[in-house]
């Protein structure tokens, strides 16, 4: 059976809010798309962190992910996590490291199940790179 690019994204977001509530964090889902936005997860100092679910693709010897946003200068959530098709990998990645808005990002492994970025995201607010 073949998934739809939707029926994928879906999967993902829910295994996100399944780790998500793994590691601690209260998890709100929005009823229907603000911005990109497809989770607000709360840290341990009661922040609301925007966060987009994206599936990584493989491309040759590196994890990508295409990219899209509503502004030129800055990535709009707070927190993009990237599933890897299964479920085998996860990385946890701060808006403002993606302020490039290059098409294609290469994900780095030192963002690799990095869930504390959730409680350091109000250092990253408001900063330009």
Same mark, same amino acid.
Do not use: C
């Given at each position: ?30 009823? =229907? ?13 009661? $922040? ?30 707070? =927190?993009?996590?990237? =599933? ?20 294609? =990002? ?12 959730? $409680? ?10």
């Amino acid at each position: 059976m073949t998934l739809t690019s939707s029926t994928r994204g879906a999967a993902a977001e829910q295994y996100v809010v399944a780790q998500a509530l793994h590691h601690g964090f209260r998890v709100l889902v929005p009823v =229907v798309d603000l911005n990109g936005v497809d989770l607000y997860i709360l840290n341990s100092r009661g $922040e609301l962190v925007s966060t987009q679910v994206k599936t990584a693709k493989r491309h040759r010897t590196a994890w990508r992910l295409r990219l899209t946003s509503s502004t030129q200068h800055r990535y709009a959530v707070d =927190v993009l996590v990237a =599933v890897a098709p299964g479920f085998g990998k996860l990385w946890v990645v701060p808006g403002v490291v993606l302020t490039d808005l290059q098409h294609n =990002v290469a994900l780095r492994d030192k963002w690799l199940d990095r869930w504390d970025v959730f $409680e350091a995201v109000g250092a990253f607010r408001g900063r330009a790179p």
